[in-house]
């Protein structure tokens, strides 16, 4: 009897060499489908693969505060209808909206409870008591 299982050095699952963590390296012991040694390197390792998406969504949510805030000035100041280069200008993105309606004519953008359509030189805000 050669063979030492504990060790290390070869796993008495298969008889081959143990499985290692995916973040540290190290050998695993236990179950068979174990992929991370500690709660640390598994936390290590989804907070890595989450953090492009989260970054993502972190941008997409800033741009819609952006977006809403800008609209939300154009009501306060009784602005029915805005130049687009001007929000453009201010930071505006147009391609960033919660919903869009398509009417007969239009289609209509809602960012979070205020509704616009997008127009080739002007942008207009609609009254959304009818809504």
């Keep these: 009897?050669?063979?030492?299982?504990?060790?290390?050095?070869?796993?008495?699952?298969?008889?081959?060499q143990p499985a290692r963590c995916l973040v540290c390296g190290r050998p695993l012991a236990g179950r068979t489908d174990k992929k991370f040694c500690s709660d640390r390197c598994r936390?290590?390792?989804?907070?890595?693969r989450y953090r492009r998406q989260r970054k993502r969504l972190c941008d997409f949510n800033r741009t819609l505060v952006t977006n809403y805030y800008l609209l939300?000035?154009?009501v306060a100041s009784g602005k029915h209808s805005c130049p687009k280069a001007a929000?453009?200008?201010?930071?505006?993105?147009?391609k960033c909206f919660t919903a869009s309606v398509?009417?007969?004519?239009?289609?209509?953008y809602r960012c979070f409870d205020?509704?616009?359509?997008?127009?080739?030189?002007?942008?207009?805000l609609k009254?959304?008591?009818?809504y």
């Excluded at 299982?5 to 699952?13: E, F, I, L, V």
């Excluded at 929000?87 to 147009?94: A, E, N, T, Y």
């Excluded at 205020?114 to 207009?124: A, D, E, N, P, T």
Aim: net charge positive.
């Design 1 to 16: 009897m050669g063979e030492d299982y504990g060790n290390g050095k070869m796993d008495s699952r298969s008889g081959t």
């Design 43 to 48: 936390n290590i390792y989804n907070n890595g």
């Design 72 to 74: 939300r000035q154009m």
């Design 87 to 94: 929000l453009l200008r201010s930071g505006f993105d147009p």
């Design 102 to 108: 398509e009417t007969v004519f239009f289609r209509w």
């Design 114 to 124: 205020l509704r616009y359509r997008v127009g080739r030189k002007f942008v207009h």
């Design 127 to 130: 009254d959304d008591e009818n």
